[in-house]
C-alpha cells in the first residue's frame, strides 16, 4: 500500500455478476477546499482511501468511496493538519472514515458528465449530496484521461461546526481519479 490515496482493490458483487474497477491509488487524488471568513482559501488533501466503480447487472454503475479522515494533510502545514483532524473540525478520533455510495447511474455519464448523486457519511451523519462529473476530454475515461469531479457541502449539516468564526460553511471536495489499468 502506498502513502498516496489507498484505493481498493478490485471487489465483485455477491452475484458474482457484476465487474469493478478499482481506482488508481498511486495516480488518483482527493482534495478538499474550505475557506476562510477574511476570503483566503485552505487547501487539504486525503492521500488514504480506498474506492472503486461496479458495473451492476443491468449495466449501470455505482460509485463506493472511504476516506481515511485520519490521513488527512492540509498543504505541508503540521499545524494546520492537527487543527483539521482536531474534535472543532473532522474529528477523526471519533470519526475516521467519510464513505460515499453514489446512485446507479448510466455507463455514459462518464464521457457526458453531469449530475452524479448519492449518501455521503461524514462525521457520523448521513446526507443525499450531488457531485458534478466534468465530461470526458478522452474516449476511455479513467484509464485515458481522468475523471474529474466535484462537489460542495455544508459543515453544518454534518456537524462540522468548529472554527465558525474562522471558516465558512461549504466544503468543496475535488476528485481527480484514473483506473487500475
Known amino acids: 500500500m502506498t502513502p498516496r490515496i489507498l484505493l481498493a482493490a478490485l ?3 455477491a452475484s458474482g455478476l457484476c465487474d469493478a474497477q478499482a481506482l488508481d491509488t498511486s495516480r488518483s487524488r482527493i482534495d478538499f477546499d474550505l ?4 476570503g483566503s482559501q485552505v487547501r487539504g488533501q486525503f492521500p488514504l482511501a480506498e474506492g472503486r466503480v461496479d458495473t451492476l447487472a443491468d449495466g ?7 476516506l481515511d479522515a485520519r490521513g488527512l494533510r492540509v498543504g505541508n502545514s503540521e499545524y494546520y493538519t492537527r487543527l483539521a483532524r482536531g474534535p ?5 478520533e471519533h470519526f475516521p472514515e467519510i464513505e460515499f455510495t453514489s446512485d446507479p447511474y ?3 455519464l462518464a464521457h457526458s ?7 455521503l457519511r461524514m462525521h457520523g451523519v448521513e446526507h443525499r449530496e450531488r457531485f ?7 474516449a476511455r475515461p479513467g484509464y485515458e484521461c481522468p475523471i474529474l469531479a466535484s462537489g460542495r457541502v455544508s459543515r453544518d449539516d454534518y456537524g462540522l461546526d468548529g472554527w465558525r468564526w474562522a471558516l465558512a ?3 468543496r471536495f475535488r476528485l481527480n481519479v484514473l483506473f487500475v489499468n
Do not use: K, N, S, Y
Open 132 to 138: 458534478e462529473l466534468a465530461p470526458a476530454a478522452c
Open 169 to 171: 460553511d461549504r466544503v
Open 35 to 38: 475557506h476562510t471568513r477574511i
Open 106 to 108: 448510466p455507463a455514459a
Open 11 to 13: 471487489l465483485v458483487l
Open 60 to 66: 449501470r454503475r455505482q460509485v463506493r468511496m472511504r
Open 113 to 119: 458528465g453531469g449530475a452524479l448523486e448519492g449518501v
Open 88 to 92: 472543532q473540525l473532522f474529528d477523526v
